[in-house]
C-alpha cells in the first residue's frame, strides 16, 4: 500500500512540475486530473494525487516565474567569473562560467584558450540579439534553462579576455581527457569524445544522421546504459574475487558487497560524462538500488526509480526540462516495465536454442516497449521515428556494450598509466567502428502527416480515452458477468484501436486543406516553404558549403511540418542540391536560378506556385493569388505591384516600396506566416504564434479554420495597386 501512494505522490509532482516549466494553460492541469481520477483505483489515491498535482504545479510556476523574473544579464556587456568545464563545439568550444554574481552562463567561445579553473574577465554577446524563431524550434533562452544556466553567449573574434590561472579545478582531468582526444585521428576522436565524454557534435556528421534513422542515435549519449556496462563488469569481477575469501565478509550476501565495491566505477563515468543528467538519474537510481537491497532486498524497481526522479527533480526542478534526463527516465521506465510483463508470460526454455530464442524475444519485446513510450517524445524533438529500433538495437547491441563502449572506457581509464597504449587502443576501436557502419542496418523512420504540434494533441487524447474505455467497459461488464472480463479487454482495445486510426484520419484530413507560406527570416539562408493541399515545394538560396549547417537547422523544422515529398525544390544559386534533399526526402523535381534563366525551364508546377525573375536581386512570386516580391539585396529599386513585400536585405532608399506590408531581414524578426484565403491573406510571425495559445497548439488550424486577431489580414489586389 505504501509503494501505491508513494506511486501517487511522486507521478503526480513531476506531472505538476513538468507542467509548470513549460508554462503549460490551465486547461491541461484539468486534464491531467481527469487522467488521475480515471486511472487511479481508489479515492484516497485520487485525492492524494490530485493535491499534490496541484501544489507541484503552484510551486513549479512560482520557481520558474521567479527565475524568469530575476534581474536579466544585458544582451552585452563585460563579465567577471570563473571557468566551470569546457567542451569542444563544431569549430569553437563551449564553455560552462560562473559570473561572480553566482548565475552560470555558457558562451561559444570562437578563438582563445580556456580550461577549467580559470578566472576571468571578457566581453560577451547574447545569441538571442540575432536570433529569430523558426516555427517548432526552442528559443535560446529555453535551449539555456534545460541545461541549468541563466543565459546563452557567444565569445567573437572580436571580443578579448583578461584571464589569470586559479586553483586546480577537478574537472581539469575531464579537460586533460579532451586534450588526448585531439592527438586522435578524426572517427577515434569523435567516438572517444561521444561515448566517454558526452560531447557527439565532433563525429562526422554522416555517421550522426545515420544512426539516428537506424534508432541508435542514443547509444552515443552516456546513460545507465553506458554506466550499467562498466558498473556490470566491476560487479562481476568483484564478486569474482570475494567468492574466494567469503569469510571476511559474513553480515550480508557477497553479492551487496560487489555491488557496494563497484559504484566507484559508475561514479567515474557519472564524472566523465560532465554531470549529464541521464548519467546523473543513472548514478543516483544504481545508488538507491544498492541501498535498498542492503537494507529492503523486495524493493521494487519501479518504486526506486520514482524515487530517483522524485528526490533528483525537488532538489533541481530544472531537471525536469532536461532532454537527456527525460529520455533516460522514460528508457529506464519501459526498461522495467517490458521486464515485468515479460516475466508475467513465464516461459521457460529447457536448452540452449531456446535460451538463446528466449533471450531474442525478449530483448525485442522490451525495446518494441522502450520504443513505444518514447515514440510522443521523439517525435516532437526530431519530428521522425525509426520504425526498426527493436531490430536494430538487437543486432547491434554486442558492438556496443562489449566494443565501443567498454573499450573507448578502458582507454580513458588506462591514458592516466599509458597514453599511448591508450591512444592504440581507442584508435582500434575507430576501426572497428568504422567497419561496423557498413553492416546494412535497417533505416526506416516514419514521418507523420500532421505537424508536431496536433501530433502532440493526438497523442494526450489516447490515454484519456484508453481509461474511459476501461472504466465503462471491462468495469461494467465485469459488475454483470465475471467471465465477460477477459472479452471486455479485447473489445475496449478494439475500440482505442479503431478510434485511434479514426482521430488520426480527421487529423490528416483537415491538416491536408489547409495552405501556407513560412518565409523563414535567416539572412544566411533565406528561403520559402510552400504547402499546397497535401503537396509541398521548397525556395531556397544555398551553396555547397553551406549545405550542412542548414540540414541540422532545418530539416527538423520540416519534418515536424509533416514534410516526406518536395514537389519541387528551386534554388536561387547555381548549385544543384538535388543530391542532399533526396536522401531524406522524395523529391520529385530540383531546378536552380541557371536552368531558368538560360534554358528557361518552369520552375514547378503553376498550380503551386508561379516565380517570375526580375533581375538577379528580386523575384516575382505568385501563390493561390497572392503576389510576393522577394529581394535578395539592399539595391533593389523596382516599384513592383504586390499585397507583400519580402526584403532579406533591407533597401537603402524606403521610399521606393508601394506599400506598408513590408518585411525586412533588419527588424530581426521570426518567421513569417502567410495563409492565402479566398480574396485575402493572413499574415502573421511565429512570435505572434506562440504568443497565442490557440494558435501555439491548433496551428495551422488556427488561424486558418478559426481567424484570430492576431493575424494581420491583406486584402488580395488592392485598389491603391499601381
Avoid at 111 to 134: D, Q, R, W
Avoid at 329 to 341: C, E, K
Avoid at 489 to 503: A, E, P, R, Y
Amino acid at each position: 500500500m505504501t509503494n501505491t501512494y508513494f506511486f501517487a505522490v511522486a507521478i503526480s509532482f513531476l506531472s505538476g512540475l513538468f507542467l509548470s516549466y513549460y508554462s503549460l494553460p490551465v486547461i491541461f492541469l484539468f486534464y491531467v486530473s481527469l487522467i488521475f481520477i480515471l486511472f487511479l483505483p481508489q479515492n484516497k489515491l485520487k485525492i492524494t494525487a490530485l493535491l499534490i498535482l496541484l501544489f507541484s504545479f503552484l510551486f513549479g510556476c512560482l520557481y520558474f516565474e521567479r527565475a524568469k523574473t530575476k534581474d536579466e544579464l544585458p544582451s552585452r556587456g563585460e563579465f567577471y567569473g570563473e571557468v566551470l568545464k569546457v567542451e569542444p563545439y563544431f569549430y569553437g568550444n563551449k564553455v560552462w562560467f560562473r559570473l561572480s554574481s553566482g548565475e552560470e552562463i555558457i558562451f561559444i567561445a570562437h578563438h582563445g584558450i580556456f580550461y577549467p579553473g580559470m578566472n576571468c574577465l571578457l566581453a560577451l554577446t547574447s545569441k538571442e540579439v540575432k536570433e529569430g524563431l523558426n516555427p517548432f524550434r526552442p528559443t535560446t533562452k529555453e535551449l539555456a534553462r534545460a541545461q541549468g544556466v541563466a543565459d546563452l553567449y557567444e565569445f567573437k573574434p572580436r571580443d578579448r579576455a583578461v584571464c589569470k590561472e586559479s586553483e586546480v579545478a577537478i574537472e581539469s582531468i575531464r579537460y586533460e581527457l579532451f586534450r588526448f582526444s585531439d592527438k586522435l585521428s578524426g572517427l577515434a576522436k569523435g567516438l572517444f569524445q561521444a561515448l566517454v565524454l558526452n560531447v557527439e557534435n565532433q563525429l562526422p556528421s554522416e555517421y550522426l544522421e545515420t544512426l539516428k534513422k537506424q534508432g541508435l542515435y542514443h547509444q552515443l549519449a552516456i546513460s545507465g546504459f553506458n554506466l550499467g556496462i562498466l558498473y556490470g563488469i566491476l560487479y562481476k569481477a568483484f564478486l569474482f574475487l570475494l567468492k574466494r575469501f567469503p569469510f571476511l565478509f559474513k553480515h550480508y550476501p557477497l553479492q551487496v558487497y560487489a555491488m557496494i565495491l563497484s559504484l566507484p566505477g559508475a561514479l567515474v563515468v557519472l564524472f566523465l560524462s560532465g554531470f549529464a543528467g541521464s548519467a546523473l538519474r543513472a548514478f543516483f537510481f544504481l545508488l538507491l538500488f544498492v541501498f535498498s537491497k542492503i537494507f529492503f532486498r523486495q524493493t521494487s524497481s519501479i518504486f526506486i526509480l520514482l524515487l530517483t526522479a522524485f528526490i533528483l527533480c525537488l532538489f533541481d526542478p530544472y531537471l525536469i526540462g532536461n532532454l537527456s534526463f527525460q529520455f533516460s527516465f522514460l528508457a529506464t521506465l519501459g526498461l522495467l516495465l517490458g521486464n515485468l510483463y515479460w516475466q508475467k508470460i513465464g516461459l521457460s526454455p529447457a536448452n540452449l536454442w531456446q535460451k538463446i530464442l528466449y533471450l531474442n524475444l525478449q530483448g525485442f519485446f522490451i525495446s518494441t516497449l522502450i520504443s513505444l513510450i518514447l515514440l510522443p517524445l521523439m517525435l516532437y524533438r526530431i519530428g521522425y521515428f525509426s520504425v526498426a529500433t527493436p531490430v536494430n538495437n538487437l543486432i547491434a547491441s554486442f558492438f556496443w556494450s562489449f566494443i565501443f563502449i567498454l573499450l573507448s572506457l578502458l582507454s580513458a581509464l588506462i591514458y592516466f598509466v599509458n597514453d599511448d597504449l591508450a591512444k592504440i587502443l581507442i584508435e582500434v576501436v575507430g576501426v572497428i567502428f568504422k567497419w561496423y557502419m557498413k553492416i546494412p542496418l535497417f533505416d526506416w523512420i516514419y514521418i507523420p502527416s500532421l505537424s508536431v504540434n496536433l501530433l502532440t494533441l493526438y497523442f494526450l487524447v489516447l490515454p484519456f480515452f484508453f481509461f474511459l474505455i476501461q472504466k465503462l467497459v471491462i468495469k461494467e461488464s465485469s459488475k454483470k458477468i465475471l467471465s465477460l472480463k477477459p472479452f471486455a479487454k479485447i473489445l475496449s482495445l478494439l475500440f482505442v484501436f479503431t478510434f485511434l486510426i479514426l482521430l488520426y484520419n480527421v487529423f490528416n484530413f483537415f491538416y491536408k486543406k489547409t495552405d501556407f507560406v513560412i518565409v523563414f527570416k535567416d539572412k544566411n539562408f533565406p528561403h520559402i516553404l510552400v504547402k499546397n493541399q497535401d503537396k509541398y515545394s521548397l525556395l531556397v538560396n544555398l551553396t555547397a558549403k553551406d549545405i550542412d549547417v542548414f540540414k541540422a537547422k532545418y530539416f527538423p523544422v520540416y519534418y515536424k511540418l509533416g514534410v516526406k515529398r518536395f514537389e519541387c525544390v528551386f534554388n536561387f544559386s547555381p548549385f544543384n542540391p538535388y543530391s542532399i534533399f533526396s536522401r531524406d526526402f522524395e523529391v520529385k523535381k530540383v531546378s536552380t536560378v541557371e536552368e531558368i534563366r538560360y534554358l528557361e525551364n518552369e520552375v514547378c508546377d503553376p498550380r503551386m506556385f508561379e516565380l517570375i525573375p526580375l533581375d538577379e536581386q528580386a523575384y516575382i512570386l505568385e501563390i493561390k493569388g497572392l503576389t510576393l516580391l522577394l529581394g535578395f539585396s539592399s539595391k533593389v529599386s523596382l516599384v513592383i505591384p504586390a499585397e507583400l513585400s519580402i526584403f532579406y536585405n533591407k533597401p537603402k532608399n524606403r521610399e521606393i516600396l508601394p506599400f506598408d506590408d513590408v518585411y525586412v531581414e533588419s527588424e530581426r524578426q521570426s518567421a513569417i506566416i502567410i495563409l492565402p484565403k479566398d480574396g485575402y491573406a493572413l499574415v502573421f510571425s511565429e512570435r505572434e504564434r506562440r504568443a497565442s495559445e490557440l494558435a501555439y497548439f491548433l496551428f495551422p488550424f488556427v488561424p486558418y479554420y478559426f481567424e484570430g486577431s492576431f493575424a494581420k489580414k491583406i486584402v488580395f489586389h488592392r485598389i491603391n495597386l499601381p
